[in-house]
């Protein structure tokens, strides 16, 4: 089975910092992209930040100059290092793999995933 799994997020205070890491597990062959996204309350889920498989990356500008995304590719592993954490940053994030390739016993199969989700609070 093939799967992303986020770390635990967790409350920060603000201007503190967090790291959440996303693993792939499973007979992955290979990942385009992997991107994190957030869902604040009363929100639609936006793009946060996501790197490829080249290692290009891209950021929504809020979060541009504060956040960083890199990866791990022998690992199947995308990390979100976030810093200088705003009350505004509050939200579920959600990791997702686009055009995922995997190997279920002799089919080869090409899909996206996502992640369960993981709470990151910023607060004092």
């Known amino acids: 089975q093939v799967q992303l799994v986020e770390s635990r997020g967790g409350l920060v205070q603000p201007g503190g910092s967090l790291r959440l890491s996303c693993v792939a597990s499973?007979?992955?062959?290979?990942?385009?992209?992997i991107g994190w996204y957030r869902r604040a309350p009363g929100k639609q889920r936006e793009l946060v930040a996501e790197i490829s498989s080249a290692g290009s990356t891209n950021y929504t500008d809020s979060v541009k100059g504060r956040f960083i995304i890199t990866r791990d590719g022998a690992k199947n592993t995308v990390y979100l290092q976030m810093n200088r954490l705003k009350p505004e940053d509050t939200a579920v994030y959600y990791c997702?793999?686009?055009?995922?390739?995997?190997?279920?016993?002799?089919?080869?199969?090409?899909?996206?995933?996502w992640g369960a989700g993981t709470q990151v609070t910023v607060s004092s």
């Open positions: 499973g007979s992955i062959l290979s990942i385009d992209s």
């Open positions: 997702r793999a686009v055009r995922l390739t995997y190997r279920s016993g002799s089919t080869i199969f090409t899909g996206d995933r």
